[in-house]
């Protein structure tokens, strides 16, 4: 990917764990602070995996409205499809001219809930990925780190028998985000998301403008 010039950062992390705050608290921030950030398109804004594109939108709906659950391997292929389209159309040309991308969820969610928690493999996942990614792996993961349970809590209300199970999968993901942290050490950093929303703006700031940097230095950055 060295010849692309621009930055790209998702943030992940289990359902309630502040991704979605922190992510738009970090695009305004490197806004304020002058960058070229969100695609040129829409500066400024943050990019929303599965969506981002038209036909994103429309697997979205498919997958998160549908009146049927899809069967877990219909549900890895449509998320990768939705990439395979947001790669193409907005990552790589945003990229290329030199933006700051900043992403609502990406790849690793995939390995992390198809992969590893829905026990499809995160190498059989990474592999049907793959092609639509066309190389492309983000420069630098976030992954706030939260207990499942708080992250639930404040997905608001009292927890019934399916934000039960719903804890039990969230379990899954979280050991799913530490089993990816540790494969791919070079650009996943956990950061601590337990934490008041400002500390951890701070703490997610810092990282981002750390791979900045690192991007500005590397050949051709
Ligand atoms: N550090 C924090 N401390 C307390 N509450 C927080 C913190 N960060 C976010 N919240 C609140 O928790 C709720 C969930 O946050 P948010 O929507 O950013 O999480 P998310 O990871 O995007 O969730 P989802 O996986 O459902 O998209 C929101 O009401 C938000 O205001
Ligand atoms: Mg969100």
New binding site residues.
Partial sequence: MSARSGVLITLE?C????????AALLCARLAAGGLPVGPSSAPGTVIREPGGTAAGEAIRDVLLHGLQAPAPWTEALLYAAARAELVERVLLPGLGAGRVLVL?RFIDSSLAYQGFARGLGIDAVLGVNEPGLRGLLPDLTIV?DVDPLV?LG??GGTPDRIEAEGLDLQQRVAAGFAVLARRFPERVRLID?F???DL?AASVEAAALQAVADAGARPGG
């Fill in positions: 992390g359902d309630g764990c502040g991704k979605s705050t922190q609502d706030l992250g404040r997905a998301g934490r008041d929303i951890v």
